[in-house]
């Protein structure tokens, strides 16, 4: 049977950056709270008409270059996000056509922040089957789009990005992906969630002048659930591989809040060393915090051939996720 390994990373984030400063202009708050409370500093913001595919597509062309492949070798996309161009057709599509990847299937999956691990098992699924060797695997958003920038609670936490993994099968035991464990609690959907715009509650004048189209979030409540499915999720990835903290090199989290992953640090005693953080410079970019880390580690150097890296996530559905990957 074939495994499935990381061959090339990419991503992109928009080149407007918007500071504490700046939000404490437009809502009742300050650059301290938010900085204390969440570790941001500033996050990218997207212009108007830039949208998901775009970044997305970027991230991608970084990833084939970095992995030698053209954009023709590739057979399937999958793009993880929660912010779509549009309902229908895909962002998969959309990242398809803009870098002409014309044999490849695309599709996009919906799982919130913990998009791209839940995106990164059913690239692993395709690969190990045997039906497909090169995938491209996308955690994009642009949560600015849909964030409410009246509401202090919100707007101070989200940014835009785009991260991507090229996939490729080998025959090498001894590398890639090892494991992927998703989870979801349906009945805790209320606490992260978008109210209107879908079947549920249609787009109406109402909904517009309720604000139904923006993110709601319970953040307290979901903060603690965080912190401990997140524990969770990592032990298991730990105890399915048989390995301790100890062995595993770097701990890439979804970058949600760093006190959330500082948390989860000290409940399973990881050194802050392997447990790089992005978040003060791009906030919570959803899908695509996870990737976006990796490919700054790649690119500095810090990930080589034999690397342990375990990968876990926590979002809206409620969905977490946990990865073990050896590079
Ligand atoms: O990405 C996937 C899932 N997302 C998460 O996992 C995020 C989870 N939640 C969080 O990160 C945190 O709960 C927040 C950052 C959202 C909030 O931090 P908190 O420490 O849980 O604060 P809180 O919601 O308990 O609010 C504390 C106070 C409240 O004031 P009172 O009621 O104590 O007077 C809020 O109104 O902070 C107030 N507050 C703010 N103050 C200044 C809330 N937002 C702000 C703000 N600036 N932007």
């Given amino acids: 049977m074939k495994s499935a390994y990381i061959a090339g990373t990419g991503s992109f984030v928009p080149e407007e950056v918007v500071s504490n400063f700046a939000l404490e202009k437009i809502v009742d708050t300050t650059d301290e709270w938010i900085r204390t409370r969440t570790g941001i500093s500033e996050r990218r913001v997207a212009r108007q008409g830039e949208c998901t595919s775009d970044l997305a597509a970027r991230a991608a062309r970084s990833a084939l270059e970095n992995a030698g492949l053209e954009a023709r070798d590739l057979d399937l996309i999958i793009t993880a996000t929660v912010t779509p161009d549009m309902f229908f057709p895909s962002t998969g599509c959309m990242v398809q056509r803009k870098i002409g990847a014309t044999r490849a299937a695309a599709f996009d999956i919906s799982a919130a922040c913990s998009g791209f691990i839940y995106?990164?098992?059913i690239a692993d699924q395709f690969i190990k089957n045997g039906q497909y060797e090169n995938i491209m695997v996308l955690g994009a958003d642009t949560l600015s789009k849909i964030t409410d920038w009246t509401d202090r609670n919100t707007?101070?936490?989200f940014g835009d990005g785009a991260g991507a993994a090229l996939l490729r099968a080998t025959t090498d035991k001894d590398r890639g992906i090892l494991s992927t464990h998703l989870y979801s609690d349906g009945t805790l959907a209320e606490l992260l969630q978008i109210p209107a715009g879908g079947s549920f509650m249609p787009a109406s004048e109402e909904t517009l002048k309720k604000r139904l189209h923006y993110i709601t979030m319970k953040g307290n409540e979901t903060f603690k659930?965080?912190?401990k499915a997140l524990t969770d999720s990592v032990q298991?990835?730990?105890s399915h591989q048989g390995v301790s903290c100890e062995q595993v090199d770097l701990f890439i989290f979804h970058q949600a809040n760093a006190r959330i992953i500082q948390s989860v640090g000290e409940r399973l005693s990881i050194p802050e060393s392997?447990?790089?953080?992005?978040?003060?410079?791009?906030?919570n970019t959803s899908a695509a915090s996870i990737p976006i880390t990796l490919d700054e580690l790649n690119r500095e150097g810090k990930i080589q051939r034999g690397t342990l890296i375990c990968m876990a996530a926590f979002g809206g559905g409620l969905t977490w996720a946990s990865s073990m990957i050896r590079w």
Wanted: hydrophobic share 55%; charged share 10%.
């Fill in 155 to 157: 707007c101070v936490l």
């Fill in 274 to 283: 392997k447990i790089p953080l992005t978040i003060g410079k791009y906030g």
């Fill in 225 to 227: 659930i965080a912190v």
């Fill in 119 to 121: 995106a990164l098992s």
């Fill in 236 to 238: 298991t990835a730990l």
